[in-house]
């Protein structure tokens, strides 16, 4: 009778891109035959992806490796805190290994050291687009690693490295896969989007028996070709960006832009050395909406950056207003170990932060219920995610939303309805950015 698999647990914490490196992991478990486990109990070792971004992020990890050790007591670290091993051997010394971000091999190897595999190549099929953690009909597609900026808040380009894209024929492949898979939805991530083959000077690939280049806007017009939604994420808003907007208003790829725009105030844009021109940029944003009406623009902001003054501050709001950022995140600002923003002068009172981030997110909730209002009475297609057996209603995305961080419709279940699907829905109410629908008369 033949041994059971070995079997691995998998916490994955973190923004998407940890989540596609957690996914590349679980392709190459299974592919050595390891099986997988949703709980503690049921796995022979667990792997943990940790953040590392923010103090509050790294909390959160090193308390999931001491869960994990408590839980099961066989557990492999991976992921950006994995870059400070100190850290988590000083907190945990009982963990098996580390490694850092994106090193899949290390990872492997150290599974490998302390629960060797049992492959049987009868059963241990995977599927061509690998295994994934989201559901079946949307999928993240990492198109480079690292960064070449330096903002001063920031230690990913320590943590991740440079920028290092990936080949378009390995990303245009990739993608293919998901779409023959089923997949509705491709959510194109990196650190830095719109950098996209800057590294590999724009090489030029072999893909459709056509020699593509390995640029921003090329991608895009080849995604663009796929037929289904392709969603732009962490892109800067350098100039070349404009040329995928006529892309957007052809339907082609969503009219939808995740910029990270961080503050509005040139003095602060300073202090963080934010790259990109910020000149002009509501005239540029102006333009965008002109040629694609029905833009999106998500964003994060931080306030109380080191330095940050009432005026700075009234800035960042009268930009949010004017620009009409659709879907908005706040954070307060956090002094990060190794970051350069630390030893900036004139740090802003907790208190006065909390203030501001409060004042933030209220101009932010009451432009959400001016858009929200605005969509009574409208037809829209929307992508249906889950059933929440809760409300009965289905939970759906219209273009305007990204997954788990933008607003969501509660669709009436009707006959034909399936999650994973496309349907049309007449906004009948509205709460900021909750939308709730009915199916659309034919």
């Known amino acids: 009778m033949p041994q059971s698999a070995p079997t ?27 099986q997988l486990s949703a709980d503690y109990d049921g796995a022979d070792l667990v792997i943990v992806n940790t953040c590392g971004f923010l103090e509050t992020a790294r909390d959160e990890s090193l308390e999931a490796i001491g869960e994990a050790l408590a839980e099961n007591g066989k557990v492999v670290v991976t992921g950006c805190l994995g870059a400070e091993a100190e850290l988590i051997l000083d907190k945990h010394p009982g963990v098996l290994a580390i490694t850092g971000p994106h090193q899949y091999e290390a990872v492997m190897q150290a599974v490998h050291a302390h629960l060797p595999p049992k492959h049987d190549p009868k059963l241990d099929l995977v599927p061509a687009a690998g295994m994934r953690l989201t559901p079946r009909h949307y999928a993240y597609v990492k198109i480079s690693e690292g960064c070449n900026n330096r903002c001063s808040f920031c230690i990913i380009p320590a943590l991740r490295g440079d920028l290092a894209s990936r080949p378009i024929n390995a990303v245009l ?4 896969n998901l779409v023959t898979a089923g997949v509705k939805e491709l959510l194109i ?13 724009y090489a030029e690939s072999r893909w459709k028996g056509r020699s593509v280049p390995a640029k921003f806007q090329t991608l895009c017009e080849e995604l663009g070709q796929m037929g289904v939604w392709v969603r732009l994420h962490y892109v ?34 300073k202090a963080m050395r934010r790259p990109a021109n910020q000149e002009r940029l509501l005239d540029r944003i102006a333009q965008w909406r002109l040629l694609c009406p029905e833009l999106t623009l998500r964003s994060s902001f931080i306030v109380g950056f ?20 659709d879907r908005a995140g706040c954070f307060k600002y956090e002094n990060v170990a190794g970051a ?11 208190e006065v932060k909390q203030e501001r981030w409060e004042g933030f997110m209220a101009l932010q909730t009451e432009l959400a219920h001016a858009r929200g209002d605005d969509m009574l009475g409208r037809r829209t297609t929307v992508l249906i995610d889950r059933f929440d057996e809760e409300s009965g209603r289905f939970e759906a995305r219209t273009k305007a939303d990204a997954p788990e961080i933008d607003g969501v419709v509660f669709v009436r279940p009707a006959p034909q309805m399936k999650i994973g699907e496309f349907v049309e829905v007449v906004i009948t109410d509205a709460e900021g950015h909750e939308l709730y629908g009915e199916a659309a008369a034919f």
Do not use: W
Not at 189 to 201: E, F, H, N, V
């Open 8 to 34: 691995i647990g998998l916490v994955s914490l973190g923004c998407p891109k940890a989540l596609v490196d957690s996914e590349r992991i679980i392709t190459r478990l299974r592919a050595q035959g390891y």
């Open 340 to 350: 350069a923003s630390a030893s900036l002068p004139d740090h802003v009172d907790e």
């Open 306 to 325: 080191p330095g940050e003054t009432e005026e700075d501050y009234e800035a960042l709001l009268n930009f949010v207003e004017e620009a009409a950022i």
């Open 173 to 176: 492949k990739e993608a293919e």
């Open 236 to 269: 800067y808003p350098y100039p070349h960006v404009d040329e995928v907007i006529p892309l957007m208003a052809e339907g082609k790829i969503l009219p939808y832009l995740d910029i990270p725009f961080q503050h509005a105030s040139p003095s602060v844009l």
């Open 189 to 201: 991530i990196s650190q830095d989007t719109s950098a996209y083959g800057l590294d590999l000077k």
